[in-house]
């Protein structure tokens, strides 16, 4: 059976890009483990939480088939950072899927991982270009777009989409 890791905020993470893609996934019979940078209930920006199942710096990345990165304004604050990069490394530097949704991608950014890569993201501070063009990645104004074994998305109306993306993949 395929696993899946999906990686959110202990607080203020996007929860229709957590929930739209988790409830594609496992309804294709893929196990979704939730990582977060505290242990116990991870809180949305609408107050919805959901269960923590590992804490961030205790993942293996070789764990996982797949490991994504979800949204809201939480995730910088919460995710980026050394133990979110380490992770991203690992899984970019095997043949396993990987990406975010919204603002995330710009942790993959931070991460020095996106070099030739084509990537989406959330760009309503019109900043995500310049971002990827500092790392030498290219920004592409899609919903969803898939490079090879990256998956990256803009945001919650993507999510949908993302989770079928993924699934596709893992199929």
């Not at 939730?34 to 920006?45: C, D, E, Q, R």
């Not at 107050?47 to 710096?57: A, Q, Y």
């Not at 992770?87 to 530097?93: D, P, Y």
């Not at 993959?108 to 990537?119: C, T």
Request: aromatic share 8%.
């Amino acid at each position: 059976m395929k696993k899946v890791l999906l990686v959110v905020a202990s607080k203020d993470y996007q929860p229709i890009e957590y929930a739209i893609p988790k409830a594609i996934l496992e309804a294709g019979g893929v196990t979704v483990i939730t990582a977060s940078n505290s242990l116990g209930k991870a809180v949305a920006i609408d107050n919805s939480e959901t269960e923590v199942d590992i804490l961030l710096d205790k993942v293996v990345a070789g764990d996982y088939d797949g490991i994504f990165f979800i949204g809201g304004p939480g995730a910088l604050e919460y995710l980026d950072n050394e133990k979110s990069y380490k992770i991203i490394r690992e899984v970019a530097a095997s043949e396993k899927f990987w990406g975010a949704i919204c603002i995330s991608p710009r942790i993959l950014a931070n991460a020095q991982v996106l070099k030739g890569r084509k990537i989406t993201g959330w760009d309503g501070d019109n900043k995500l270009e310049e971002i990827l063009s500092a790392v030498n990645a290219g920004y592409v104004h899609k919903p969803v777009v898939v490079d090879n074994n990256l998956i990256t998305a803009s945001g919650p109306a993507a999510a949908k989409e993302f989770g079928e993306e993924i699934l596709k993949k893992l199929s």
